[in-house]
């Protein structure tokens, strides 16, 4: 019995742990992706998406965007579309920060 309420106690340390790494590191993310899209890529010149005060007029609101999933936004970014360029085919972006990027919109276009 008592072995089994110390494995018990290990288990949910554990979970604990991964849990507050994950949500620091999804943090990290969330922050990273919005430098990207203010300050290195742009973004907010163009489209408007409230989380990051962006009220650019020329590309789609991206809070009013109809797909924000994160497949969409990745090819978009990846390639661009239209007037917008290809970020990750130029090469404006690293393959990192494209996910970023796109991982950040995804999540907070809308909210």
Request: proline residues 3%; charged residues 20%.
């Amino acid at each position: 019995m008592a072995l089994m309420l110390q494995f018990r106690n290990i288990i949910f340390t554990t979970l604990f742990i991964v849990s507050i790494t994950s949500s620091q590191s999804w943090g990290d993310v969330m922050k990273q992706g919005m430098e990207i899209f203010n300050e290195k890529a742009g973004c907010g010149a163009c489209h408007v998406l409230k989380h990051a005060g962006s009220e650019g007029n020329i590309g789609p609101n991206l809070d009013m965007s109809k797909d924000k999933s994160y497949a969409y936004i990745k090819d978009m970014v990846q390639n661009g579309l239209g007037v917008m360029p290809a970020f990750g085919e130029d090469g404006i972006l690293t393959p990192e920060e494209v996910d970023i990027v796109s991982k950040y919109v995804a999540n907070v276009a809308g909210k």
